[in-house]
């Protein structure tokens, strides 16, 4: 999910095809297309400029509807709702990372299955990839990326993952599950308790918050076609 904007100018974003295996969009206000992955216009006017991510949470209506009581639901144009069966199949079946890659996919790297989901992070320019099954197992990890410290938490009741930069004010915090879902978490360093969105809810540290990161939710050969550099997290052997 990004900011439809750029250059200081609101765009309307439509699909225009696949290339290299990855969705292109084009904006109707100057016609360049953009891909998907890279968020970089490829060509047209704005060649070269760069879409913003938007913070969003990938999460199950049970959960979103627990944080969000109040919340809103767009309304299915005609016909759609008819379809979302259908999509929701087609969503569970790309989780399970069976498949090759698309045609047209140009890089290959050999790490891990080509439909294998990942969750990248981008941060000061260094990229990682999580994979999701190592995360459903792991479910707290305390990490670096460019010699920063992070925490990723995934909730496997709803498959809800969220990232923050791991330190609260000036002191770095290592968290982990406190119950077994990692809806709760303590830190090693006050023995404070902290919720998987990042705010601290009792001891030392009550009332501080961790500045929260992005997560892209990929295809491993989308990812890795993109960043082509990027670390990769691997857990723990037991």
């Given at each position: ?39 970089r ?59 090759s ?32 099954e ?25 498959d ?40 601290c ?38």
């Open positions: 999910m990004f900011r439809a904007e750029a250059n200081g100018r609101r765009l309307s974003l439509d699909n225009a095809g696949v290339i290299g295996g990855n969705e292109v969009f084009k904006d109707r206000e100057t016609g360049s297309r953009w891909q998907q992955s890279s968020l216009a490829i060509s047209g006017p704005l060649q070269g400029s760069h879409l913003r991510l938007y913070p969003f949470l990938l999460t199950n209506w049970r959960e979103w509807r627990r944080l969000h009581p109040e919340t809103l639901v767009l309304k299915p144009l005609p016909g759609y709702a008819d379809q979302i069966a259908a999509k929701n199949e087609q969503i569970r079946a790309g989780l399970t990372g069976k498949g890659a698309p045609g047209g996919v140009l890089y290959k790297d050999d790490r891990l299955p080509p439909r294998a989901m990942v969750l990248g992070i981008v941060l000061d320019g260094a990229s990682k990839a999580f994979p999701l190592a995360l459903r197992q792991v479910r707290v990890v305390n990490d670096l990326i460019d010699g920063k410290p992070i925490v990723v938490i995934h909730q496997p009741a709803s809800t993952t969220t990232a923050f930069v791991a330190q609260a004010g000036a002191m770095r915090v290592t968290l982990s599950a406190a119950n077994a879902d990692a809806s709760e978490l303590v830190d090693r360093e006050t023995g404070s308790h902290w919720t998987a969105y990042g705010e809810t009792s001891g030392r540290l009550k009332g501080a918050t961790l500045e929260p990161i992005i997560l892209e939710p990929e295809y491993w050969f989308a990812w890795s076609e993109f960043h082509r550099r990027t670390d990769l997290y691997t857990p723990p052997r037991p």
